[in-house]
């Protein structure tokens, strides 16, 4: 069931299960949602830390960035990491098992090819900036349950 | 750099008063803070007892301005007789100290009282990269709209609006549902026995796995709009 305002209105038009567990090389258990970033079906952390959806370098090469729509070469931290990439417009869908999908024109960060490495095998961030700030969300920890809708 | 509730105005330290007027130490009297009004081209020592004529005539060589009588304690110094270009040399510069100082508040009060109108696209180019180097995102998007509703035609601000745009959110109806709770299950129930590796699945079953992201690309081609899971089992 999908949720709803006091007065009755939809908040949430999509409902989508997540995963409560360590992302790689950390502790700390993370909320991971399954989202489609530029049409490639992948595992995020909720991140409202992050300014940005930021995804690993390789994602350049799988969803076909363009660098000439991109703004080039901004310096980001990623996990007390300098690193340096672009900034893309590109398209995250929240699949939803109930309700309807949500579709966000988002920003995202890619790091250079050159932060491979360093990125090492992180999964990509739905950052709070450029993403979540414009949609309705909420979560159900007693059903992991990831409730999404547009604001 | 220290920064102070004003809203009009940046507030500098005697610190960066000197490294940005190249004075030495004593030819600053000490004051809780120095103010550079952008927006009306003036500067005012704020609390100063012992501001000497000395030190004026310091600013005034670096700033060509024809100031001849001693300053007095709160007095306002005027530099209308700068040019358009000076001032925004000037602010640029303030802009770039407090980005390197790493200093956000400061940043956003300079962005606050900057009439950009008067400036060059190529100068919101560079405050709008400084603003994402502060990791400011928000700021950044400012200054691009600012650049828009200003510089409308330049393509480069234009593109950069369009990528630090707020982000737009709408309910699609599925046409083919994917099923992530399938997946979900699947990761759950296989954790333990595929811990590290890398695995694609698709509604809940396996593909193929693999020790690296690269060896599923490998195997499994081109992934792109075909519900594919792809991620490391942790």
Redesign the interface.
Same mark, same amino acid.
């Given at each position: 069931m999908l949720l709803t305002t006091a007065d009755g209105d939809i908040f949430a &038009?999509?409902r #989508?299960?997540? +995963?409560y /567990?360590?992302? @790689?090389k950390d502790i700390s258990n993370r909320i991971i949602l399954?989202v =489609?970033i *530029?049409?490639? $079906?992948? =595992?995020a952390i909720i991140d409202t830390g992050s300014?940005?959806v930021v995804c690993?370098p390789?994602f350049s090469e @799988?969803? *076909?960035l363009d660098s000439a +729509? #991109?703004?080039e070469s @901004?310096?980001?931290?990623v996990r007390g990491i300098d690193m340096r990439g672009n $900034?893309? /417009?590109v398209n995250v $869908?929240f699949?939803?098992?109930e309700?309807? !999908? $949500?579709?966000? !024109? #988002? &920003?995202v960060f890619v790091p250079d090819q050159e932060w491979r490495e360093a990125w090492g =095998?992180q999964?990509a961030f739905i950052g709070l &900036? *450029?993403?979540l700030? /414009?949609?309705r969300f909420a979560v159900d920890p007693e059903n992991d349950h990831f409730y999404f *809708?547009? +604001? | 750099m220290a920064t102070h509730d004003v809203d009009s105005a940046a507030v500098l330290t005697h610190q960066d008063m000197c490294r940005l007027f190249d004075l030495d130490d004593d030819d600053l009297p000490t004051s809780n803070g120095y103010m550079i009004d952008i927006w009306n081209s003036s500067c005012t020592v704020a609390d100063s007892t012992t501001f000497q004529h000395k030190s004026i005539k310091r600013l005034e060589s670096d700033w060509q301005n024809e100031i001849t009588q001693p300053v007095q304690p709160h007095t306002h110094v005027s530099f209308k007789d700068r040019t358009s270009s000076d001032i925004d040399n000037y602010a640029m510069t303030l802009l770039e100290t407090a980005a390197l100082a790493q200093d956000k508040m400061e940043f956003q009060a300079l962005v606050k009282v900057i009439p950009w109108s008067t400036f060059t696209p190529s100068d919101l180019v560079k405050a709008i990269r400084m603003a994402l180097a502060l990791e400011a995102p928000l700021i950044a998007r400012k200054l691009a709209e600012q650049g828009q509703k200003y510089f409308p035609t330049h393509s480069e601000i234009n593109k950069i609006a369009r990528i630090l745009a707020a982000p737009t959110a709408k309910s699609v109806r599925p046409t083919t549902r994917l099923d992530v709770k399938a997946n979900k299950l699947w990761i759950t129930t296989n954790r333990e026995a595929y811990k590290g590796k890398w695995v694609a699945l698709h509604d809940g079953k396996l593909i193929i796995s693999s020790q690296t992201f690269s060896g599923i690309a490998a195997k499994v081609g081109d992934i792109k709009g075909k519900g594919i899971l792809v991620t490391q089992v942790t």
């Open positions: &038009t999509g #989508a299960p997540y +995963s /567990r360590p992302a @790689i399954q =489609e *530029g049409g490639v $079906l992948v =595992e300014p940005y690993p390789y @799988i969803i *076909g +729509s #991109a703004l @901004i310096p980001f931290k $900034l893309y /417009r $869908l699949p939803a098992e309700g309807d !999908d $949500l579709n966000v !024109d #988002a &920003t =095998e999964p &900036t *450029g993403c700030e /414009r949609m *809708g547009p +604001s | -």
